[in-house]
C-alpha cells in the first residue's frame, strides 16, 4: 500500500480525539500492537480499513488520506467567508462556504487567495437603480481574459460566468453586496469592498 496514510496522521488524530491505541485498536478489531505499527511506520493499515479508521476519527477517507483535517468553524456558513477552487486543467469553478478537500481532474485544488485590484486588474463599479453594473479594464483573448465575477453577501453569492472575446462586466442585484470578486485566468482572484 502506498504510504498515504502514514502513522504521523493516524497518531495525531488518535491523540487529538484522546484515545490510546488500545481504545483504537478495540474499534477497529485489531491489535494494538498493530496501532502500534501504523504510528511508528514498521507497517500500514490494509485499504479495507480506511473507512473505519476515517469513522473512528470523525474525518472523511479523504481528509484521512490527505492528511489534511478539514476544520470548519464556519457553520453559521456566512457567504462573506466563500473559498473559491479554480481547477487549473479545465477552468471549472466550484464554490465552498468554508474549508473543503477539492479534486477536478484528480488534481487536488487549493482555495485561490483573493488579491485587491491593482492597475492591471481595474474595476468600475457603478450603482444604477437597484444594480451594480460591474465592468473590469481587462483583454478578453482566448489565452487572457477574465472566467468569472461575483458578488458576495452575508447570505447569497451571484456569479456570472464570462467568455473570451465578451465583455469583462455584469449586472448584480444590490441586495447587501459587500463584496465584488473576478478571477483571472493568468493572474488569478482579485476582489473590491470599497465601492
Not at 484522546?18 to 485499504?47: N, R
Not at 488579491?115 to 468600475?124: A, L, S
Request: aromatic share 10%.
Amino acid at each position: 500500500m502506498n504510504q498515504y496514510v502514514t502513522g504521523t496522521v493516524i497518531r495525531e488524530l488518535r491523540e487529538k480525539n484522546k484515545m490510546t491505541q488500545l481504545q483504537l485498536a478495540d474499534k477497529l478489531g485489531v491489535s494494538d500492537k498493530t496501532i502500534s505499527k501504523w504510528e511508528t511506520a514498521k507497517g500500514y493499515p490494509d485499504i479495507t480499513l480506511l473507512e473505519p479508521i476515517a469513522e473512528a476519527f470523525s474525518v472523511s477517507v479523504t481528509e484521512l488520506i490527505s492528511g489534511n483535517t478539514v476544520y470548519n468553524s464556519n457553520v453559521s456558513a456566512n457567504v462573506l467567508k466563500s473559498k473559491f477552487y479554480i481547477c487549473p486543467i479545465c477552468g471549472n469553478v466550484i464554490h465552498s462556504m468554508g474549508e473543503a478537500v477539492i479534486h477536478c481532474h484528480g488534481v487536488p485544488m487549493t482555495a485561490a487567495e483573493p488579491e485587491q485590484t491593482d492597475e492591471h486588474h481595474k474595476i468600475f463599479i457603478e450603482r444604477i437603480e437597484d444594480e451594480y453594473f460591474v465592468r473590469i479594464e481587462h483583454d478578453m483573448i482566448k489565452n487572457h481574459y477574465i472566467s468569472f465575477i461575483a458578488a458576495e453577501s452575508s447570505d447569497r453569492i451571484q456569479m456570472v460566468k464570462l467568455y473570451p472575446e465578451a465583455n469583462a462586466e455584469t449586472r448584480f442585484k444590490i441586495n447587501g453586496v459587500k463584496r465584488i470578486l473576478f478571477y483571472c485566468n493568468r493572474d488569478g482572484l482579485f476582489y473590491a469592498d470599497r465601492f
